[in-house]
């Protein structure tokens, strides 16, 4: 190949990085400001069912389980939804001592969950680009309560990452 031919294809290809990576920027800065996420957010698939669900809740001294029914459909990507949008509504009224992991306006964005067990959680704050505050012990207690409530719950999720 010469170096004329060479240059070219170089040029055509940082040319179509460059318009990949436009095209990224410019779809999460449209889903930023909408405060929405850039996908449709899912449809539930199938009948819904209801099913018991164990949601671990921070407390004075690690977490405390708080059982609850909850209405989805038995696929396991809508059990972690309904799962964390439970949690996120925080504990039943007269559940004294147990604590919302995330604080009010945190809502769910995506649910993934792959094939090898990795479930991928996005949550969204509004209005907000930096993540809630806390210290190291609240930060580490939402972080469990998320992850033990799914994974405890949906055994089809092994592993679970917060995005």
Same mark, same amino acid.
């Given at each position: 190949?010469?170096? #004329?031919? &060479?240059?070219?294809? $170089? /040029?055509?290809?940082?040319?179509?990085?460059? &318009?990949?990576?436009?095209? %990224?920027? %410019?779809? /999460?800065?449209?889903?930023?400001?909408t405060g929405g996420s850039a996908?449709?957010?899912?449809?539930?698939? /199938?009948?819904?069912? =209801?099913?018991?669900?164990?949601?671990?809740?921070?407390?004075?001294?690690?977490?405390?389980?708080?059982?609850?029914?909850?209405? /989805?459909?038995?696929? +396991?990507?809508? #059990?972690i939804r309904k799962i964390v949008?439970?949690?996120?509504?925080?504990?039943?009224?007269?559940?004294? *001592?147990?604590?919302? +992991?995330?604080?009010? *306006?945190? @809502?769910?964005?995506?649910?993934?969950? =792959?094939? @090898?067990? =990795?479930?991928?959680?996005? $949550?969204? %704050?509004?209005?907000?680009?930096? +993540? +809630?505050?806390?210290?190291?012990?609240? @930060?580490?207690?939402?972080?469990?309560?998320?992850?033990?409530?799914?994974?405890l719950n949906v055994p089809e999720?092994? #592993?679970?990452?917060?995005?």
């Open positions: 190949m010469s170096r #004329r031919a &060479a240059g070219l294809v $170089l /040029g055509a290809a940082l040319l179509l990085l460059a &318009a990949g990576g436009l095209t %990224w920027w %410019w779809v /999460g800065r449209n889903a930023r400001r996908a449709p957010a899912a449809v539930p698939a /199938g009948p819904q069912t =209801t099913f018991a669900a164990d949601l671990y809740f921070p407390a004075e001294t690690g977490l405390r389980a708080e059982r609850r029914n909850l209405v /989805g459909s038995n696929t +396991p990507k809508d #059990r949008q439970a949690l996120l509504a925080g504990p039943s009224a007269g559940r004294a *001592g147990l604590a919302r +992991p995330l604080p009010p *306006g945190v @809502e769910v964005g995506a649910v993934e969950l =792959t094939p @090898e067990g =990795t479930a991928y959680l996005d $949550l969204r %704050w509004a209005e907000h680009d930096d +993540p +809630p505050p806390g210290g190291s012990d609240a @930060e580490m207690q939402a972080v469990y309560s998320l992850v033990d409530s799914i994974a999720a092994q #592993r679970v990452v917060l995005l």
